[in-house]
C-alpha cells in the first residue's frame, strides 16, 4: 500500500491566490520529505528539499517566498504555493525515505495537479 | 554540472525484451534508481544498483558501470502494461535524487 500520502490530487484556482498541498508519511517518521515539480513530458525537477523542525533547502532558481514550505511534524509536510499565476501550473510530487539508509528508496505521494486560471 | 541521459522514446512488441540506457555525469554518486511513471500518476520503484553488475528482479533487471557512468533496465517478455515513462535517478549524497528526463516506452501488440 502507500507509504506517502498528497492531498489534493487536484487542485483549480483563480491566479493570485494561495494553494496548499499537504504530504504525509504513513507508518514512518520522515524527517526529510522532497517536493519536485513536473512539467508535462519533462522530468521530475527537484524544488526543495523539507526538513523538520528547520527551514527548507531550496535548489537554485526556485524561490522560497514563492513556494513556501513548512515541516512542522515528523509525518507532514506542506507546500504553499502563494500568489499563483498561470505559469504555476505543474504535478507538483512530494516523497520521503522509508528507513535511514541512503540506498532507501524515494516512495512518492500520488501528486497534485495545479491548474492556475 | 550534472547530467543523466536517456533516450526520449521506444517502441517494442509484446513479448519481446527492451533495454533503456542512461548515462550520467554527477558530482557525486550514492547509487542509481529506476521508477516507472504512468501518465498522470507518481512514479513507482523498480531497481537499485550501487555496485557495478546486474540487479535481477523478474521480468526486470537493471545493470551497472559506475566507471563508465553507465546504466540500463532490461525489461523482459514485454507486456502492453509496460508501457510507461522509466526514469533514471542518481542519489547523489544520500538525500534527495536527481532524475533524468524520462524515456517513453509504448508496448505494441
Known amino acids: 500500500g502507500a507509504v506517502v500520502s498528497q492531498h489534493p490530487s487536484r487542485v483549480i484556482c483563480k491566479s493570485g491566490t494561495s494553494v496548499k498541498i499537504e504530504c504525509r508519511s504513513l507508518?514512518?517518521?520522515?524527517?526529510?520529505m522532497f517536493w519536485y515539480r513536473q512539467f508535462p513530458k519533462q522530468s521530475l525537477m527537484l524544488m526543495a528539499t523539507?526538513?523538520?523542525?528547520?527551514?527548507?533547502?531550496?535548489e537554485q532558481g526556485v524561490e522560497k517566498d514563492k513556494f513556501l514550505i513548512n515541516h512542522a511534524s515528523l509525518t507532514l509536510s506542506t507546500l504553499t504555493v502563494t500568489s499563483a499565476h498561470p505559469e504555476d501550473s505543474s504535478f507538483y510530487i512530494c516523497?520521503?525515505?522509508?528507513?535511514?539508509?541512503?540506498?532507501?528508496?524515494?516512495?512518492f505521494g500520488n501528486g497534485t495537479r495545479l491548474t492556475v486560471t | 554540472g550534472q547530467n543523466i541521459d536517456q533516450p526520449t522514446e521506444m517502441t517494442a512488441t509484446e513479448g519481446a525484451i527492451v533495454q533503456i540506457n542512461c548515462t550520467y555525469q554527477?558530482?557525486?554518486?550514492?547509487?542509481l534508481f529506476w521508477y516507472q511513471q504512468h501518465a498522470g500518476e507518481a512514479p513507482t520503484f523498480l531497481s537499485y544498483?550501487?555496485?557495478?553488475g546486474l540487479e535481477e528482479k523478474g521480468r526486470f533487471s537493471s545493470f551497472l558501470s559506475r566507471s563508465k557512468g553507465y546504466s540500463y533496465l532490461l525489461l523482459k517478455e514485454l507486456q502492453m502494461k509496460d508501457s510507461a515513462s522509466y526514469l533514471c535517478?542518481?542519489?547523489?549524497?544520500?538525500?534527495?535524487?536527481?532524475f533524468g528526463k524520462g524515456t517513453t516506452l509504448s508496448v505494441s501488440s
Open positions: 535517478a542518481v542519489n547523489q549524497a544520500g538525500t534527495a535524487l536527481i
Open positions: 544498483n550501487v555496485l557495478d
Open positions: 554527477t558530482s557525486g554518486f550514492n547509487g
Open positions: 523539507s526538513n523538520e523542525g528547520s527551514k527548507a533547502t531550496y
Open positions: 507508518d514512518f517518521q520522515a524527517t526529510t
Open positions: 516523497s520521503a525515505r522509508k528507513g535511514s539508509s541512503y540506498n532507501s528508496p524515494l516512495h
